[in-house]
Every structure is written in structure tokens, then in C-alpha cells.
């Protein structure tokens, strides 16, 4: 007997890591185009820093992150076990938000540049701090976003299931992101390295490398920018376009009609619509919001 419900237990245990891995993959699915943004702002939010305290302070805002995360994940399930209905504005919100900070970049884009010290120019220590507080500040918003999109992938989820979900994603999302960062910001130095020990030992493969790795580091962070500010419109725009139920069933029809000529087109339709929705929405949030300033100021 005591056999039998161990392999019992057993049993139960691997379905329950089945569902988990199963929901969590659907969930990292999901959020992946957040990801890309999560990873390309806080890449842009490191660089400037002293080449001795690049690693620190990626430390520092992973840790700041990982906070952020121990605070929205019981945030969320709370949300979910007593106003669920709460899960879809605060979504449209979410989307909302990313789409207005798309818009924002580009509209606003070279001015922000302007604002930034320049690459070389060491930072103070209390600049430190404050760039340091900035990720975090940046990381509470899309780390927000990510709770929010995997919880409404498994709302209909046992609670049990929910919190393992939301965690692993905390932890899996926390570490992957800024261990890419540490080595993107690393990257430079990994090619000057290789170039260096190159010419030392008269080794072509890695001085070749190691140029190599020099040219890509700073056209990576440019990639790296684009690539966030579309996921931007098009995981917002996403967002949107599922939470309001007239413009899903619009584009789901559109969707359908493709796919009777190429199921490549049905996806370029999805895609398209998400960007459109997302520019619109978020150049509109960008006026109003430019509206209210003026109102504020009169």
C-alpha cells in the first residue's frame, strides 16, 4: 500500500511539472516579444557605465528586478483569486503603456539621445545610483507586464498551478534577461581581448574574432533598439486588439480569409494588424498625453 502511494505521489508530482513546463512555455511564448524589450532597454540603461562597474551594476538592477517580481507576483495572484475580471483593463493598460512608450522614443527619440553623457565620460557615484534606480524603475513597468500577460495564459489554472507558473517565470525571465545583458555589455571587452591576445601570439583566427566582436557590439545595441521599440507596438498592439472583441473578431475573420490562400499570409495579417493598432494607439496617447501637459501648464 505505502508502495502504491508513493508511485501515486509520484505520478501526481510529474503531471503537475508536466502542466508547469507545458503553461510556462506558453506563458514565455507569450511574453517574448515584452522580453526583447525588457532586453534591449536594459542593455541601452547599463551602457555609459564605467568598464570596471558594468557587471555590478547589472548586479544590482537583476537583484532590483528580482525584487520588483517578489512584489507583482503575489500582487497578481491576488488580483486573480479575487477581482479576475481586473486581469483584462490592467492588460489593455499594459499595452497601452508599451505602445505610448514606442511612440514616445520615436517621437521624442534624438532628444533623449542628446540627453545622454557621452560613452566614454565616466559617471559619478550618485549618477550610478540614479542610472541604477532608473532600470529598476523601467524593469517594475515591463516585469509588470510580464506577470500580468503569463497569469492571463493560466487564469483558468489551478491557484496551485498559477504560483508555480508565475515563479518560474520570475526566475527563469530575471536570470536570462540580465545574463544576456551582462554579456552584451561584456561583449566589447570579450573582442578587444581576443584582438589583443591575437596580436600577442600572432594567432589570425583570434584577431579575426576579435574584430569581429568589436564591429558587432555596437551595431547589436542598435538592432537591439529597434527590435524592442517594434516588439513594443506589436505585443501592445497584440494586447489590444485581443481585449477589444469586435477588432479580435475583425482581424481573427481577416486571418481566416488569408489562410485560405497561404497560412504565411494569415500570419503577416495578425502581425500587420497588431503594428497598426499599436502605432495608432500609441501616437494618439502620445498627443493626448502632450494635450494635457499644455492644459497643465496654461
Known amino acids: 500500500m505505502a508502495g502504491a502511494s508513493l508511485l501515486t505521489l509520484l505520478d501526481d508530482i510529474t503531471a503537475l511539472l508536466d502542466d508547469i513546463a507545458t503553461m510556462s512555455k506558453v506563458a514565455t511564448k507569450k511574453t517574448a516579444g515584452v522580453l526583447g524589450d525588457d532586453l534591449a532597454l536594459n542593455a541601452q540603461q547599463v551602457s555609459g557605465v564605467n568598464a570596471d562597474r558594468e557587471l555590478p551594476v547589472v548586479w544590482a538592477v537583476a537583484k532590483g528586478s528580482m525584487l520588483n517580481k517578489a512584489i507583482l507576483v503575489p500582487a497578481a495572484l491576488l488580483i486573480s483569486a479575487f477581482i479576475p475580471w481586473l486581469i483584462t483593463p490592467l492588460l489593455m493598460l499594459g499595452g497601452l503603456f508599451l505602445c505610448f512608450e514606442g511612440a514616445e522614443k520615436l517621437v521624442h527619440g534624438k532628444e533623449h539621445q542628446a540627453e545622454q553623457p557621452a560613452v566614454n565620460e565616466p559617471l559619478t557615484p550618485e549618477a550610478e545610483k540614479e542610472k541604477i534606480k532608473g532600470a529598476i524603475r523601467t524593469d517594475f513597468i515591463l516585469s509588470a507586464e510580464i506577470i500580468v500577460i503569463s497569469l492571463g495564459t493560466v487564469a483558468a489554472a489551478s491557484f ?113 494588424a497588431n503594428g497598426v493598432v499599436g502605432l495608432v494607439s500609441g501616437f494618439v496617447t502620445v498627443l493626448l498625453m502632450g494635450l494635457v501637459k499644455r492644459i497643465k501648464k496654461q
Open 160 to 272: 496551485i498551478n498559477q504560483v508555480l507558473v508565475l515563479s518560474v517565470i520570475a526566475v527563469v525571465m530575471t536570470v536570462g534577461v540580465y545574463g544576456l545583458v551582462a554579456g552584451i555589455v561584456k561583449l566589447d571587452d570579450a573582442g578587444l581581448y581576443l584582438l589583443q591576445r591575437g596580436v600577442a601570439t600572432k594567432n589570425s583566427i583570434s584577431r579575426a574574432l576579435g574584430r569581429f566582436l568589436l564591429v558587432l557590439a555596437p551595431w547589436l545595441m542598435k538592432v537591439l533598439a529597434i527590435v524592442g521599440t517594434a516588439a513594443m507596438f506589436l505585443v501592445g498592439g497584440g494586447i489590444i486588439v485581443h481585449g477589444i472583441e469586435p477588432l479580435h473578431h475583425l482581424v481573427s475573420h481577416w486571418g481566416e480569409v488569408a489562410a485560405q490562400h497561404s497560412s504565411v499570409l494569415e500570419g503577416l495579417i495578425g502581425i500587420a
